[in-house]
């Protein structure tokens, strides 16, 4: 066996084909069968959960640590065997992940999901995130500052934070049992890890390059100015936000929201932008709905700066939201990432102009409003 | 608009933000409803297909060119719009793909899988898969001598292909409507493409960096090595091949099959090491199968050297195949890789050494054998 330590503790290994690291999280075969779930739902106010804690009977948002995290906080430290000879340092390579992993619950109402939310509904979600985020910021950062005169009121939950643990922290949601969520009460995860993930790690590999090739503009910074020019791929914008079918999107109705200033960070935040990506992201999500008349599964994902680097890569930072719908021609057609894809290429379909042209027709009031 | 030409010939499309390329194939849009299957099986012998051929009575394999082809054989050339300033170069970047897309049935019998197939029944799909390669193989590849002397029987009924133009085949499988896959016929598709795609792109790379640090050894040659002396990820291996869940598995029984001396690719192969490969891929596909006692779902792939490329690059390559399964914990419940998979990196329960003994426990007859 390879160090024992490595079926306890949460990790990362790299693949020396594609140069890449994955998170290996051996103790949470530990949780519970996903179908096994509790008759009552341990994400609405006043219920019980797994590990027997009890949810405060909250009004507006929640946020715990989830019982089975991916990533634990406390493990005795990773150093590879000392007599493991080279080789094995090249091909074999491991090292120790710490974390935390939080579930943030959007409301105390069951069956809403962002798309039912009104934008000012939203808003607590944003300033949750941004106040979870601001809390876990390491004191070298220049963000740090920010964060201490934030107007956003606090949540008391979330047990203390160690300082300057942490590298970066990936705010998400699973919507709908396609994208492998089980609970429907609307809810996203953010989980904070002590290295750099792969995705926004080449991200920001990518944009610092970028800044530096192009006299210090930023590469989401020209993409904006670009696309909002173009229009053919822009879906719908407001005074700070504009919403995109990327032009190098994967996924068929793919949608990237992007700030219209450069904004490192939630804390970076103005009060009214906060409402503003509250706005973009009920303008999203509700077209989805609309689109195929379905309650519209995606992963989505916040990409900005990270909680501990170098003040070139807090600077180079330029904070967006990703969203990834596997639907393809209805509620239930979806598109495959599979063979081809996996093994060589994504590959997609409908252009993502195309793309932008449907969602476009998705306006107006949600569709399930329309039925009552 | 960007170029209207973009809307109808198959290209690739740049994504600043990950330095990596897609696939976009909008003429594909015109294929009908996955869900629309004729009552008939479209690649049963002597059944009629979509675009209206009918399939010989063939009794081992056949091969057709996909009605609903993913890339396009023919097709005007792309030129950026020379109006485009230098943002647009940098941001919008795309360039055109040529290629063909084949459809190859492993057996005349609509039932078959491969778990089900005995290794010498598995060998004419090898055979083919090397005659395929070997036909598009560009004169210049040093390989290209070595498929002139092959011994494997011709198939016919390729249509003839356009020398020095495709510069990778990627041969895979999508295996149970998991996958995407809808036809239970038993069958592979093979993608050949005037572009390297991404993922055998960046194996390339680090095979030639690893080479060229290590005295001339190859990444997976070492690897091989390596892993029969640790033998804690091997699940089972012959003279010729050995396969291991490897070290940096993301998928939960992801499996890697290896030849043990260094094989460039299809054309390389003994006769006997085709019998060999064979035995592998029934080993792993009849022990998934064992696993939760179901036609187990998987993608899976096979890298090699380029069909067209430097002395070097094709001297670097190893062939290996890939099969990448979504199921976790049982026949019906899968891993999915969502939020932070896709946002952040891949993460894993299990650890691949954990599936390693749970997949060595998986041998012996086939358990629908045992049941009738
Ligand atoms: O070509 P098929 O079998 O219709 O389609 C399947 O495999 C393709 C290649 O991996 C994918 O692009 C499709 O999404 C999938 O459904
Ligand atoms: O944490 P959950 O909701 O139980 O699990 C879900 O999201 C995780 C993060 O994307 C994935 O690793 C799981 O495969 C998925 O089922």
Chains 1, 2 share one sequence.
Request: contains cysteine; hydrophobic residues 35%; charged residues 25%.
């Amino acid at each position: 066996m390879p160090d024992k330590i490595l079926d306890d503790i949460s990790h990362r290994r790299y693949n020396p084909l594609t140069d890449s690291w994955l998170l290996v999280s051996p103790h949470r075969t530990k949780r519970p069968w996903q179908g096994a779930q509790e008759a009552a739902c341990y994400l609405c106010p006043g219920n019980a959960r797994a590990a027997g804690d009890t949810n405060p009977k909250y009004d507006k948002t929640f946020a715990f640590v989830n019982d089975y995290s991916a990533v634990k906080e406390q493990q005795p430290d990773y150093e590879p065997d000392s007599k493991s000879n080279d080789l094995e340092s090249m091909l074999l390579k491991a090292q120790s992940v710490k974390g935390v992993c939080y579930v943030l619950t959007f409301s105390p109402k069951h069956h809403l999901t962002l798309a039912d939310m009104p934008a000012p509904e939203i808003l607590p979600v944003i300033e949750h995130w941004t106040r979870i985020y601001a809390n876990h910021l390491s004191s070298s950062n220049p963000l740090a500052k920010l964060a201490d005169n934030l107007e956003v009121s606090l949540p008391k939950n979330e047990a203390p934070v160690p300082k300057d643990e942490y590298r970066y922290m990936q705010i998400f949601e699973n919507k709908g049992s396609a994208m492998g969520c089980s609970n429907p009460h609307p809810h996203c995860q953010v989980w904070t890890t002590s290295t750099m993930p792969e995705e926004p790690g080449k991200e920001l590999v990518q944009m610092t390059k970028y800044r530096a090739n192009n006299g210090g503009r930023h590469l989401l910074e020209d993409y904006v100015k670009l696309e909002l020019a173009k229009e053919e791929r822009v879906l719908w914008q407001n005074e700070s936000f504009v919403v995109v079918c990327p032009w190098w999107a994967v996924w068929p109705f793919e949608v990237l929201i992007l700030p219209k200033r450069h904004i490192r960070s939630l804390v970076d935040f103005k009060p009214e932008e906060r409402l503003h990506l509250a706005a973009a992201i009920q303008e999203v999500t509700r077209r989805y709905d609309n689109l195929f008349e379905c309650s519209f599964p995606y992963s989505s994902g916040i990409h900005q700066a990270p909680l501990k680097g170098t003040d070139e890569e807090i600077e180079n930072s330029y904070f967006h939201m990703h969203f990834y719908p596997p639907l393809l021609r209805s509620a239930t057609v979806k598109k495959f990432l599979v063979g081809y894809e996996l093994m060589a290429e994504p590959q997609r379909d409908i252009t993502p102009e195309q793309a932008t042209a449907r969602l476009r027709n998705c306006g107006g009031e949600l569709y399930r409003n329309n039925l009552k």
